[in-house]
């Protein structure tokens, strides 16, 4: 009988076709969450010292507008660069370069520096969603544009450089590399099944019901049975859309409501500003339809034990491949356990 709860295994990533290596044993006691009384980050509504409250000078001098609800703008630092032109290297098919062409901004999900994602209502966090739409699809009527990447780093520990809630947007000439190997997982499961991956996948766990933290009318945030982080989550459209512009107003709300819900219930389990890297995974563009792709967006949050002790991923991770003691099922439970009332405000 194969047992989850004792004997170490290993669970297959579907998205990536990569394994991951389970030590439920180790864990035998779960640990419910040790709050520690981590300094509480109270911070001003406007900081005149931030690059991205309204008003303010950035970097390079550039003032911001005075931005009522979320503001975008082209990065400062852009990793990518727009007029760059493309060209191929290769020496023997052993030292092989390309140049990469993109476009990199900044948004910011509200003129309020002292708010978290979590912390915003649920129109504000509609408004950051609407937003989301409206570049994807002005960066898309590019056509060297193949791949539109909307994320989010949040806390110091994940290297975000400011606590005031913003994200990012690279968009760029190429595939890069996760979805790369998604765009295989998922086509190879479409020829063979005529549908989708995630479609399939979804309804397992909703069967199961074992990992599933939020269940709405149009989303579903689950851990998924592959998670590499302590509380790694994926959210999953229920419609099978290839990329953000197929939303609906309905379902940016839904949307809206889903990503409130989840980063309420993560501050909730240490009574800290929970950090995550997160962010979506859709479509390529500007290279035919996409019909095995089905829009999700991933949380890597790195916490394990407390609002300190994190998860490295060092060692037997980095030259074998990730290693949990927690299981997903573990972990689903403790994010079904919180209150989706923030912390801050019992
Ligand atoms: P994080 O998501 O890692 O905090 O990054 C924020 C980005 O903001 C970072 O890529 C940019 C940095 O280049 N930035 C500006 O564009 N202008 C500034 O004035 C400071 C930071
Ligand atoms: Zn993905």
Redesign the pocket.
């Given at each position: 009988m194969f047992s989850f709860l004792d004997q170490p295994h290993t669970r297959i990533n579907l998205l990536t076709g990569e394994k991951i290596l389970v030590s439920p044993h180790r864990s035998k006691r779960p640990w419910q969450g040790q709050v520690e009384d981590a300094a509480t980050d109270e911070r001003p509504q406007y900081d005149p010292k931030c690059?991205?409250c309204p008003g303010n000078?950035?970097?390079?001098g550039?003032m911001n507008p005075d931005y009522k609800d979320s503001f975008v703008?082209?990065?400062?630092?852009?990793?990518l660069l727009e007029d760059s032109t493309l060209e191929k290297y290769n020496e023997e098919d052993l030292l092989q370069a390309e140049t990469e062409k993109g476009i990199?901004k900044?948004i910011s999900f509200t003129p309020r520096h002292d708010l978290t994602l979590p912390e915003m209502d649920t129109e504000s966090i509609k408004a950051v969603v609407d937003l989301w739409q409206r570049e994807f699809e002005e960066l898309a009527q590019k056509d060297w544009i193949k791949y539109i990447q909307i994320f989010?780093?949040k806390g110091a520990i994940?290297?975000?450089?400011?606590p005031h809630p913003?994200?990012?947007i690279w968009a760029q000439s190429s595939l890069p590399v996760e979805i790369q190997k998604e765009s295989i997982q998922l086509k190879k499961y479409y020829q063979e099944k005529g549908k989708s991956l995630l479609s399939a996948y979804l309804e397992v766990e909703l069967k199961k019901g074992e990992r599933i933290i939020v269940d709405n009318e149009h989303f579903v945030a689950l851990v998924p049975f592959w998670a590499a982080w302590p509380y790694e989550t994926l959210v999953i459209s229920k419609r099978h859309i290839t990329n953000i512009l197929e939303f609906t107003e309905d379902e940016k709300m839904d949307l809206a409501k889903t990503l409130q819900e989840l980063t309420i219930r993560y501050d909730n389990i240490f009574k800290t500003s929970f950090p995550y890297s997160a962010g979506m995974h859709q479509a390529p563009i500007n290279n035919g339809d996409q019909p095995a792709w089905h829009w999700h967006m991933h949380f890597y949050p790195p916490l394990l034990r407390s609002a300190t002790v994190k998860k490295f991923m060092v060692g037997y991770e980095m030259l074998a491949n990730p290693q949990r003691d927690i299981t997903p099922e573990y972990a689903a439970e403790v994010l079904r356990n919180q209150s989706t009332t923030h912390y801050k405000q019992k």
């Open positions: 690059y991205l000078a950035r970097a390079d550039t703008f082209v990065n400062d630092f852009s990793a990199c900044v989010e780093n994940m290297g975000c450089s400011n913003h994200g990012q």
